[in-house]
């Protein structure tokens, strides 16, 4: 930096004035004004009540107050961790699993086709718009003619057959299936990339001092997708806690609670009940908790992939 | 002369690229042999694949089946007939050309400003590498993972007042700004890595910053730009959230939100459901078919930064 610093002054005399930062200032002023300056306006109503008319009026942490007393707001988070167990953690086990089965031992059994194509099956669902994809399981899920109890009546288990979305006690597994159904060609894909740049040597000694595909699985394949597994883990997670499209297509939050989260909450408090206050409270812990997550994550992967892909 | 000849002879045998030749034509045949065993997993993983296709197929068959053959035969068997009326009906009924216009309008214009906005400052940060450019990136990196929840309702009020509330413009702006700060994560690594001596060559030749810019990063960084493009555009289509509240309007609607605002309305009929995920699913899977190289270059980009 000292050393390039007095030759780029000294180039920057061919150069108009002004520098480089002249060039940020597109970005920086959209920033401002998309994000930060309505960030701060967010933090701002969350200390009013304010029903969407008039002027807001400054209650100090009412709201957060009254947020942490209502079970609304804790069950929300706790669907949060379901929503991180079916959109971050089956869908990289199961990801890892079938990039490994594709890259290590359909490929060189049966071509690189088939294995290209097979991924690009399991990546399908992830070219929908989740609004699309919602909007088909709505319609398998549904309970007279939908596809499932259709086809559970069909093979005699007609008494399985449930109101699957309308039923309190099933509708978070419903949403869940659909989560992981999309998020699974996500992992797949990343996975099958992270393995094409491990060296196949690597492989081949592990075959030849015989270590069986199990063993070179849980020796190789996974220590050399620490980086690829860490990026998935990180970004499937804080989508997982911004989760909002789904639930508003397919649940509502419903029925009462039971799939309800932080994102959908916040919206139906803003536009729904209009209590703007309490909804940009919500939303303001839910920005905290994303951003705690995010770093969190980020510093735990930095740490345990020092020196190895920087 | 006797004495050279082996000698000569005998690295010729154990020539490593011959060798290795050699291990490669016996490892290949070992790997093709496939077994009891590779067909069972190859089998099973077809099989877990064919599931996750499964849906698209059952919105295929049913969004042309007779809605009184779906309660006759169900919704596994092929139709006998062709009916198009469930899809017309959702197409004429919702309007969907106009939605498809709109979200090609937005999603086109959101791709085009957020990569131009992402160069800009791409440039800054990874060319110029201006002072506390890893601070700028950190900022920038918040407009990516604040949740869209703890912006929407100032955005409502803020574009209500400006009167972009309800049209194309406001929508574009704002996704614009947010995608852009990707793009600018993404564009500035790659800028960070750029051959210095093209640059210095440039610069020598009497070159401005902006002529740097137009005439050698920008024709080098096409490639990347071209990934981000698309994906800003495939972001935008398929967004929701911010859509489904600035654009209220169904002449304004992008598909996404047409398509999530569906709830409730034509359930009672078995195949409109169907009909309408097939109108939704189209327009995504030709743009799969488009830009699948770009889609699965820019997968393993944007996953190792």
Redesign the interface.
Known sequence: MTVTAPSARRRSALEPAGGYWGYLIPGALGFAAVVLIPFGMNVYLSLTKYRGVGTPQFIGLDNYVRLFADPTFWTSFLNSIAFIFAMAIVPTAFGVLVAAVLFDYIAPRFGARSSSILRALFYLPQILPIAVAGVLWKWMYQPEYGIINTMLEAVGLGDLAQNWLGDPNFAIYAVMNVLIWLQIGYTVVIFMAGLSRVDPALYEAAELDGAGWFTRFRVITLNQLRPEIAVVVITTSVAALKVFAPIFVLTKGGPGTSTIVPAYFSYYNFFTTTQVGYGAAVATVLALVVTVVAVGLLLFQTRNTEGFEK | MTVTAPTGAAPELIDPKAARKARARV?RTR????GVS?WV??IV??A???L??F??W??LINAFKPAPE??AN???SVPTSLDFSALIKFWTGIDFNQKLVNSVIISGSVALIAA???L??A???G????KGRVW?LA??M??F??????????????TRNLGLYDTKLGVI??L???Q??FG?YMLASVLGSFPTEVL?AA?ID?A??RQV?WHIVFPLTRPTLGVLVTFFF?WT??D??LP??LLPSSANQT???A??A??GQY?SD?TA??A??LA??LP??V??LIF?RTL?RG??LG???
């Open positions: 490892d790997h093709r042999r496939r590779g997993v190859l993983v077809a877990i694949a064919i996750m296709i849906p698209f059952l919105a779906y309660i169900g919704p596994i131009a906005i992402s800009l400052s440039f800054a940060i060319i110029g590498k201006i700028v900022v920038f918040l407009a993972t604040i949740p869209q929840e703890a912006l929407v309702y100032p955005l409502y009020i803020l702006i704002i614009s700004v947010l852009s700060a600018t210095e610069r009497g401005s910053r810019l495939i289509w398929n929701f959230f489904l509240v598909v996404s939100v398509l999530g569906l709830s359930t078995p459901l169907a309408a995920s939704g699913i995504a899977l743009f799969f699948q699965m997968v393993n996953a190792i930064k």
